[in-house]
């Protein structure tokens, strides 16, 4: 199975982005499914999680009121509206799939992951 994202680019101080992911095998549905970041000498960072069962979404505190994760289950896509965008959102987004038990925001607990797209704010 392959994630691969989309929707990254360069764009102004409070403008929006739209990232999107992927999954490449039909025939697969994930439950859970996240989105990472990782800023240049940071470490990876949990943005957001969506459980689709339980209808369940969480952020992290920087981004809550301004990104939102959903789901599309026909097109079995991802996506991440990102809107007010300040420099601080610069980073690689990536988007994990198939979660072991434990804290979502974790990278090592998250099994697939795609090859992620810059987001730069400028």
């Known amino acids: 199975v392959q994630l691969v994202e989309s929707g990254g680019g360069s764009v102004q101080v409070g403008g929006s982005l739209r990232l999107s992911c992927a999954v490449s095998d039909n025939t697969v549905r994930f439950n859970n499914m996240a989105w990472f970041r990782q800023a240049p000498g940071k470490e990876r960072e949990g943005v957001a999680h969506?459980?689709?069962?339980?209808?369940?979404?969480h952020y992290v505190d920087s981004v809550k009121g301004r990104f939102t994760i959903s789901q599309d289950t026909t097109e079995n896509t991802l996506y991440l509206q990102m809107n007010s965008l300040s420099p601080e959102d610069t980073a690689i987004y990536y988007c994990?799939?198939?979660?072991?038990?434990?804290?979502?925001?974790?990278?090592?607990?998250?099994?697939?992951w795609g090859r992620g797209t810059q987001v730069t704010v400028s």
């Open positions: 969506i459980y689709f069962l339980a209808g369940a979404t």
């Open positions: 994990a799939a198939e979660k072991a038990w434990g804290e979502w925001s974790l990278p090592n607990l998250w099994k697939y």
